[in-house]
């Protein structure tokens, strides 16, 4: 039962540092609420550094996949007719953090998904489960990043299971 409360306060911890990060990573970029490509940021940085390891199981690292998310925002940009010139500079963002973690509809989506990946691994929620919940969500801009760094989603599930303990047969 202890061991059970202990690991709920850990997770717990865990998803204080990512929403945190992810906001961080959201202003940066110029936007009031993170989405899933934020959390993917944040994961990056987390002390665990278990998604930094699945990267580096797949030959890539966090300044690659910040450097697709620029070039999906270009891109984005340029296919409706607007210079992205500047789009590497952070926009402003009116207002300041609302003290409450607040996301964009694929952030929600990310963080609904990770209690059932923790579960499903039984290991402790960790960056790696942030991966895995980006993988499963093919059509938001943290999964179409990740294939503009050329990393196969499977693969980088299958990464992301190992460095959770979960061997594939």
């Known amino acids: 039962m202890f061991s059970r409360f202990k690991q709920h306060l850990q997770d717990m911890q865990t998803i204080k540092a990512l929403c945190e990060g992810a906001e961080e990573q959201a202003r940066k970029a110029g936007q009031e609420q993170p989405g899933a490509e934020h959390y993917v940021l944040s994961a990056l940085a987390l002390e665990d550094g278990s998604a930094r390891r699945v990267f580096g199981r797949l030959g890539k ?15 984005a940009l340029r296919k409706l007719g607007i210079d992205a010139g500047g789009a590497g500079e952070p926009l402003p963002v009116a207002g ?28 402790p929620l960790r ?28 693969a980088l599930v299958q990464a992301a299971d190992e460095e959770l303990g979960k061997v594939h047969a």
């Open 96 to 123: 300041e953090a609302s003290g409450l973690f607040d996301s964009q509809p694929s952030g929600q989506a990310l963080m609904q998904a990770l209690p059932e990946l923790a579960k499903q691994s039984q290991a």
């Open 61 to 75: 690292d966090a300044e690659a996949y910040r450097a697709a998310l620029a070039r999906q925002h270009s891109e």
């Open 127 to 154: 960056g790696a489960h942030v991966l895995l919940a980006a993988a499963g969500m093919q059509h938001s801009l943290a999964a179409r990043a990740l294939r503009a760094m050329d990393v196969e989603l499977e």
